[in-house]
T-cell receptor, first 112, second 114 residues
Framework: AQSVTQLDSHVSVSEGTPVLLRCNYSSSYSPSLFWYVQHPNKGLQLLLKYTSAATLVKGINGFEAEFKKSETSFHLTKPSAHMSDAAEYFCVGETSGSRLTFGEGTQLTVNP | EAQVTQNPRYLITVTGKKLTVTCSQNMNHEYMSWYRQDPGLGLRQIYYSMNVEVTDKGDVPEGYKVSRKEKRNFPLILESPSPNQTSLYFC?????????????FGPGTRLTVT
């Protein structure tokens, strides 16, 4: 069965420093994986998705993620954090074709 | 504008009083689903619908009902709400019923059951 685990519930960085949000998945096959962002009092917005094409996926707002099958990871990165990046981030995996499973979420704080 | 709308956005109700949260999308999407979001648990799927008149249970369906009589609408019904259904609810839609497509989320409905 597919599951997704976000390794950090909270991450705090300084503005201008790199961001790393970690996600591991378990699956017997190469799943579709997504990162969504949720700003306060908003719905979720897609940042990027992996669907078995290139393993390095580029998304919006300078974010990217690399699918590493050997490590069963799909970590989200950004070279330089902006204050506007402060939000909650969800790693999401395809479960059984028509269902998705969400990680528990990582709250990103960006300090000035 | 392509969007998913939910109503109401905020609702406070009492135990046992039936309520319906509406969800509508204007993108002609086949797939629609409902999620609840609770602190530390991420989003959990309640029900989903692959197309009109086709619905199925997600991970946490107990205490909820849905219907899909029209492609654009997917209401969530709580026949007898209880305090443990206090949560933030999101409706979402996508082109098709596979996990490969982007989900478009509504703005959320914050429900409090006292």
């Amino acid at each position: 069965a597919q599951s997704v685990t976000q390794l950090d519930s909270h991450v705090s960085v300084s503005e201008g420093t790199p961001v790393l949000l970690r996600c591991n998945y378990s699956s017997s096959y190469s799943p579709s994986l997504f990162w969504y962002v949720q700003h306060p009092n908003k719905g979720l917005q897609l940042l990027l998705k992996y669907t078995s094409a290139a393993t390095l996926v580029k998304g919006i707002n300078g974010f990217e993620a690399e699918f590493k099958k050997s490590e069963t990871s799909f970590h989200l990165t950004k070279p330089s954090a902006h204050m506007s990046d402060a939000a909650e981030y969800f790693c999401v995996g395809e479960t059984s074709g028509s269902r998705l499973t969400f990680g528990e979420g990582t709250q990103l704080t960006v300090n000035p | 504008e392509a969007q998913v709308t939910q109503n109401p956005r905020y609702l406070i109700t009492v135990t046992g009083k039936k309520l319906t949260v509406t969800c509508s999308q204007n993108m002609n999407h086949e797939y629609m689903s409902w999620y609840r979001q609770d602190p530390g648990l991420g989003l959990r799927q309640i029900y989903y619908s692959m197309n009109v008149e086709v619905t199925d249970k997600g991970d946490v369906p107990e205490g909820y009902k849905v219907s899909r009589k029209e492609k654009r609408n997917f209401p969530l019904i709580l026949e007898s709400p209880s305090p443990n259904q206090t949560s933030l609810y999101f409706c979402a839609s996508s082109w098709a019923g596979t996990g490969r497509y982007e989900q478009y989320f509504g703005p959320g409905t914050r429900l409090t059951v006292t």
